[in-house]
């Protein structure tokens, strides 16, 4: 590899870097997730609930009597997102957002994850994790992500290999102006 080609290779890791900084910070600023799951029959299910980042896995506390619950347990496959508010949002077609592709599982209750986990809740959260830790109804979800994307505004789409890898590509194709000579 030559010098020049060892720079601009050096130049994407660290772009990447960024955007991936970028997008662990939004997701910091944010106490809810979107989330689309699946149901037994196949019908898809839009939910919202509090999560937790954690080690570049997010995680759920959630009970048995939400439907996203059943989805999740029936099957592991779902999908979140991260939206900037729309207050702070100029453009909607263009507002700030993050998606990723995640498998579930459940932590089980009293392992050591799920005490770590519970308590980085209670942390952000506050005291209403004393009380929702002892009601049996609730799991722990953690959920691994993987394909994602990062839409900063026109033209700023970046595919994400999940939260821990470097890798951001810039996404430029797919926009196609009507041509108007056809006829």
């Known amino acids: ?10 130049q ?17 600023t944010r106490k809810l997730l979107n989330l689309a799951s699946l149901a037994a029959d196949g019908q898809p299910h839009a939910s919202t609930a509090p999560f937790l980042a954690a080690d570049g896995n997010f995680y759920l506390y959630i009970s048995d009597l939400s439907e996203h619950c059943a989805n999740l347990k029936a099957n592991s496959k779902a999908s979140v997102i991260f939206n900037a508010d729309e207050a702070d949002t100029k453009q909607a ?3 700030l957002r993050v998606t990723f592709n995640v498998v579930a599982s459940i ?30 109804d609730f799991h722990l979800f953690e959920l691994k992500p993987s394909a994602g994307r990062y839409v900063k505004g026109f033209g700023q789409a970046y595919a994400l290999e999940g939260l821990e890898k470097q890798v951001a590509l810039h996404l430029k194709d797919g926009h196609k102006e009507k041509n108007s000579d056809a006829a």
């Open 12 to 28: 994407k890791t660290s772009d990447g870097a960024d955007l991936v900084a970028e997008v662990r910070d939004f997701i910091a």
């Open 1 to 10: 590899m030559t010098e020049h080609n060892e720079q601009q290779a050096a």
């Open 107 to 136: 932590v089980g209750r009293g392992e050591e994850l799920w005490l770590q986990r519970i308590e980085q809740l209670r942390e952000k959260f506050g005291p209403v994790m004393d009380h929702l830790k002892d009601l049996e």
């Open 93 to 95: 077609f263009a507002r």
